[in-house]
């Protein structure tokens, strides 16, 4: 069979409009790291159990290793680089940073996108809440106590503002 | 290995005419590929073997939840996290949301779908047991047509299907029949979130007066396929009041209609034993 041929993906990313031409079944990860040097995402496993490349996909958490580009074509996607804005950290990242939520950082992308849509979505999470939002990001560093703090701390500090 | 990109190609149909034409031209060709969780895996892994697909993603008539009276009628590409949302699934079919919860994490789930689940073939899947209990039925679409088949005689063996090389999973649907009856759905596995099952039960009973007298028990990862154990049910339904005895009559019986292995997830033995257990938890919290 010959080759197939690329095609034109065009998207917004961070809120920026983009087009690249990739292979139809070419990975959002790689995409997004090495066509738009996003690096930020991280590829833990490539098969979509550690959640280190999570980004929000139309406001929704996908692993970008699972996701082929062509399905971002006239999406709006959110990767780790466009969650604060400017120098300004979001209340996830500040609790992180203040929290000891992050060590050697490979997951904290996919960590930080994953509380960052849980609390979208649910603002006042339980413990249990917080557990089951984060269960697809491993963690290899902290053991997810700090991790877990860190997503309580920024519940509390929304609430404060 | 990793997979040759360019080798791969993906088309984007506008339409189910021109998704289901295309299946009908060139028959076995075109794999559909609908949120990727299952393809993407094997592709990056060198594995996936099909070189063309036909992304249904977005194709309207797959998606949504629509009830009549009889039935629920849910799109083939009705995600696990729009199953979790759903009140109507929440209200009736809770077994299936509970399967939707306990089925990879939340970024699996809102990309992996029931028809993709069926499509895929896992014996090991967590949805089906609950499909099967709620005697569910699966419409296959092609350009000659469509067809409802029930879901318990769907699978023939090991990833095989009663699904023709041109047809394509496009509506799973329900009766709205399970109100009043006892459920019970439990995977048992390695860790609660993203672990596959080692064994995975679903449940659901009508009692009268403390007897069974209706009953569904449907397994997965204890054989080729998902599997319902009719000769277990048919026994519960014909007996009494639910004695130790019957219950360990009903654990010999649903041994021998699951045929559990060896793998690198546990253990034939384990299996069988954790499969006997869970029925025995189901039956006792039904009675």
């Known amino acids: ?161 | 290995m990793r997979a040759y990109l360019p080798k791969y190609e993906m088309v984007t149909p506008r339409n189910m005419e021109e998704a289901l034409a295309r299946m009908s031209a060139e028959p076995g060709i075109w794999r559909p590929f609908a949120g990727g969780t299952d393809l993407m895996v094997l592709l990056d892994a060198g594995k996936l073997a099909q070189r063309k697909f036909l992304s249904i993603w977005k194709l309207p008539e797959l998606h949504g939840i629509a009830g009549t009276r009889e039935h629920l009628t849910l799109g083939a590409l009705t995600t696990y996290t729009e199953v979790q949302r759903s009140e109507t699934l929440q209200q009736e079919f809770p077994l299936l949301c509970r399967a939707a919860a306990e089925t990879g994490s939340v970024a699996t789930q809102n990309r992996g779908t029931l028809g993709g689940n069926i499509a895929n073939a896992s014996p090991a899947a967590d949805s089906p047991p609950a499909l099967l209990v709620y005697d569910a039925e699966l419409e296959l679409v092609s350009a000659r047509g469509a067809r409802w088949v029930p879901y318990a005689q769907f699978h023939k063996g090991y990833k095989q299907m009663d699904l023709a090389p041109d047809e394509l999973i496009a509506r799973i649907r329900m009766p709205r029949a399970r109100s009043g009856w006892k459920q019970y759905y439990r995977k048992v596995g390695t860790r609660s979130a993203q672990a596959i099952s080692k064994v995975c039960f679903a449940g659901a009973a009508r009692m009268e007066n403390r007897h069974i007298a209706d009953v569904r028990i449907a397994l997965g990862s204890v054989a080729p396929t998902v599997v319902r154990c009719m000769k277990t049910e048919e026994f519960l339904c014909a007996t009494g009041a639910l004695t130790p005895a019957v219950v360990t009559r009903a654990q010999e019986i649903l041994s021998g209609e699951i045929a559990p292995i060896d793998d690198f997830r546990s253990t034939a033995n384990y299996r069988r034993r954790v499969a006997q257990n869970l029925l025995e938890e189901f039956l006792l919290s039904s009675g």
């Open chain 1, 1 to 161: 069979m010959s080759d197939a041929a690329k095609v034109r993906i065009a998207f917004r990313v961070n809120g920026h409009e983009v087009a690249v031409d990739a292979w139809p079944m070419a990975r959002l990860l790689d995409v997004l790291r090495k066509e738009l040097r996003l690096t930020g995402t991280k590829e833990g496993c490539g098969e979509g159990e550690c959640g280190a490349c999570a980004v929000l996909l139309d406001g929704a958490l996908v692993n970008s290793c699972l996701v082929p580009a062509v399905h971002a074509d006239g999406a709006s996607v959110t990767t780790i680089e466009g969650v604060a804005q400017g120098d300004d950290l979001s209340a996830v990242q500040q609790a992180f940073l203040e929290h000891g939520g992050a060590q050697c950082g490979i997951c904290t992308p996919g960590m930080v996108l994953a509380a960052v849509n849980l609390l979208a979505r649910n603002p006042n999470p339980t413990e249990a809440d917080i557990r089951a939002g984060l269960a697809g990001n491993l963690c290899r560093c902290t053991g997810y106590m700090k991790i877990f703090e860190s997503v309580i701390a920024a519940c509390k500090q929304k609430g404060d503002r």
